[in-house]
């Protein structure tokens, strides 16, 4: 692993990644029962401390291939997830997400736009085409029809009736990262604007997603955080987004813009109450925390603009509220 990752020009990184990403293929289809084999188990335990290893000696290579990496990683692997969206530049040093008053904008490193190596329009084309649709939606050419067909499309084709499956979740994690990439590069080409703007048409796509997949029959509750309840569309969207809130840069910084958007102008508790579970999630594993979601939390929890200590399901269950409160003040 060190001579493909020390290579000259990196000439090994691609090498590795094809390496790297059938590990993961391969254990994903052993952790779907609730309980773990020993074997399972211990396989488990080594991928996991080989994503330690990289974080701690090759965090680049996390960054950069994080998105293929954590997209064949299964979603209730949270703390996996975790430790390659935790990878950041070792040359750049992390703000403190806990101080107080801290603005995205005046943070310098924001504002860069950050190094990928990951594929992720080859499968909108191979899976109907969605590109085809969705092109025209972000030049600000599309229509209602083209927001269909783009909702359809992250249907799974060989839908059973388990909830979580009824998605091509890989297909949903390349729609929501191609429509923010779209986007921030557009906001870089105009001069003097800002990187998120509301009335932008990546924001008006994925909010009619979120306001037109499914929501019901989730026992969203945050007193039932189990892996085992079952995850409705606007749940799977929503941890797509939360996939891009790493350490600062342009692409977390409009995806962190874009939740706390939603929070406020999406008129649904059942709404706010998933986006709210989806967040905490990230945060009842043990460390590392993504910076970017630590982020976004912390000001969705402080900010009075979202009145989110008022809303009905924080007060569901006190366990629940004393882990809001940790993640505010800690």
Known sequence: MPKLLLSENREGWAAFHKLIIPLFKFLAAFLKPAHLSGAVRDLYRG????????LHDFPEFLSEYYFTICDVIPPRCIQLRNVVLSAYPASMVLPDPHLRNIKFDSLPDMGPIPPLLSDFTSILKVNGDVRAFLDPLLLGRGNMSSLSAVRERLRASDSTDTRSEQYNLSVMNAL???????????????S???IFVPTDPGVVVLHYLVNNLDAEGMLVH???LSHLTPRPGQYHLLSAIIMHLRYPNAHTHWFSSLLLHLFGEVDDEKFREILTRALLERFIVHRPHPWGAMVTFIELLRNPKYDFWNREFVRVAPEIQMLLEGVSVD
């Open 192 to 194: 003097g604007s800002s």
């Open 222 to 224: 945050l007193s039932l």
């Open 176 to 190: 929501v990262m191609y429509v923010g990439v779209s986007s921030v590069a557009q906001a870089k080409s105009r």
């Open 47 to 54: 991928a996991m401390r080989l994503l330690v290893v990289l």
